[in-house]
């Protein structure tokens, strides 16, 4: 596979019309943590307006293929979180997802977040595209 995963960041940003950078090049995908996130940010969405707003961003997310938590990238997980607890680094757990996702499968991050610094530095293959 090629391409990249856009993370939870990178629509939240488009959702409150931020600016982001070019995005790696490549066919862009998700993971399924991302979806969760989104998920859950339509659950917790406290007025309608605000909730009409996260739907129609986790609509445009489901658009995307999204990249399964399976068997593979749960041992890659696995790696990634001992290797955090070794050094004594915390990673977020959905973050650590994504991370395990895209090495699994050779796609890059495209993120919004400074979490996934910690991340490529427990896993130095991993590529982290900001912006």
Not at 46 to 51: A, E, G, N, S, V
Not at 68 to 87: C, G, K, S
């Amino acid at each position: 596979m090629s391409g990249y995963l856009a993370d939870t960041s990178v629509f939240v940003a488009v959702e409150q019309r931020r600016a982001l950078s070019t995005p790696p090049p490549g066919d862009a995908r998700i993971s399924v943590a991302t979806l969760t996130e989104l998920i859950v940010g339509v659950r917790r969405a406290d007025t309608r307006p605000l909730r009409t707003v996260r739907e129609a961003t986790l609509t445009r997310a489901r658009s995307f293929i999204a990249v399964p938590y399976d068997e593979l990238v749960a041992d890659r997980l696995a790696e990634l979180l001992a290797e955090a607890r070794d050094r004594r680094r915390r990673a977020r757990a959905m973050d650590a997802i994504v991370a395990a996702t895209a090495l699994v499968h050779d796609l890059v991050v495209w993120t919004q977040d400074d979490d996934f610094e910690v991340l490529a530095e427990l896993s130095p293959s991993l590529r982290v595209h900001r912006g």
